[in-house]
T-cell receptor
Framework: SQTIHQWPATLVQPVGSPLSLECTVEGTSNPNLYWYRQAAGRGLQLLFYSVGIGQISSEVPQNLSASRPQDRQFILSSKKLLLSDSGFYLCAWGTGAYEQYFGPGTRLTVT | AQSVTQLDSQVPVFEEAPVELRCNYSSSVSVYLFWYVQYPNQGLQLLLKYLSGSTLVESINGFEAEFNKSQTSFHLRKPSVHISDTAEYFC?????????????????FGKGTKLSVIP
C-alpha cells in the first residue's frame, strides 16, 4: 500500500531564516506530487505541483520554491521566511486526474 | 477552469440529527468530484468520490453524496451524525478526461465547512 510522509511535524522559525520541508511517498512510482498551504480561514492553496523528476509548476508567486530530486521525494524551500509564510503545509500525491492522497502536514509558525 | 463553492463555513448539529453539507461547482467541462475530511492538525482524508456511473456515492462511515449535473451540485449528507464526525469537510473538483489542456492534474477545493456535532 502507499504511504506518504512529511517532516518535520511542527516547526517554529524566525523571520528571515531558511526553510526546508520534505515529503516522501512509498509504494507507488512516478506519482504526481503537490504542495498545498492551509492558512486559517483561507482553505487550501496549491503552491506547487510536479509530474516528474525536475518538473515543477508554480501556482502562486512567492518566496517559496520546490524541488523534486527523486521520483518520490518533494521538497519545499525558502531562503528567507516571511511572517505570512506561517500555516499548515500539506504534501499530496496522485495519479493523473483522480483523487489525491495527503500527508499528515507540517505546522509552520514564523515568529 | 473549475471553481467550488461551499455555501456554509460552519454547520452546528446535534448528535444523531441529520446533516447536509452543500457543495456547488462551476466548470465548462466534465468533472470528477470528491469530498475530503480533515480532523484537527491532520491531513485530508478522502471520504468519497464520484467518477462515473451511479450519481449516489457512499462512504464506509455512513456519509453519502449525490452528483446532480443539472444543478452542478455534490452535497454531502449523513442521516445521523456522531460526535466523532466533528471535523472540517472539503469538496473538490477536477476535470475528467478527455482533457482540455494544461492543469488537468489539479484539484480545485472549496473553502471548507466545519461540522460541529453537539452532544
Amino acid at each position: 500500500s502507499q504511504t506518504i510522509h512529511q517532516w518535520p511535524a511542527t516547526l517554529v522559525q524566525p523571520v528571515g531564516s531558511p526553510l526546508s520541508l520534505e515529503c516522501t511517498v512509498e509504494g507507488t512510482s512516478n506519482p504526481n506530487l503537490y504542495w498545498y498551504r492551509q492558512a486559517a480561514g483561507r482553505g487550501l492553496q496549491l503552491l506547487f505541483y510536479s509530474v516528474g523528476i525536475g518538473q515543477i509548476s508554480s501556482e502562486v508567486p512567492q518566496n517559496l520554491s520546490a524541488s523534486r530530486p527523486q521520483d518520490r521525494q518533494f521538497i519545499l524551500s525558502s531562503k528567507k521566511l516571511l511572517l505570512s509564510d506561517s500555516g499548515f503545509y500539506l504534501c499530496a500525491w496522485g495519479t493523473g486526474a483522480y483523487e489525491q492522497y495527503f500527508g499528515p502536514g507540517t505546522r509552520l509558525t514564523v515568529t | 477552469a473549475q471553481s467550488v463553492t461551499q455555501l456554509d463555513s460552519q454547520v452546528p448539529v446535534f448528535e444523531e440529527a441529520p446533516v447536509e453539507l452543500r457543495c456547488n461547482y462551476s466548470s465548462s467541462v466534465s468533472v470528477y468530484l470528491f469530498w475530503y475530511v480533515q480532523y484537527p492538525n491532520q491531513g485530508l482524508q478522502l471520504l468519497l468520490k464520484y467518477l462515473s456511473g451511479s450519481t449516489l456515492v457512499e462512504s464506509i462511515n455512513g456519509f453519502e453524496a449525490e452528483f446532480n449535473k443539472s444543478q452542478t451540485s455534490f452535497h454531502l449528507r449523513k442521516p445521523s451524525v456522531h460526535i466523532s464526525d466533528t471535523a472540517e469537510y472539503f469538496c473538490a473538483v477536477t476535470e475528467s478526461p478527455p482533457y482540455s489542456g494544461a492543469g488537468s492534474y489539479q484539484l480545485t477545493f472549496g473553502k471548507g465547512t466545519k461540522l460541529s456535532v453537539i452532544p
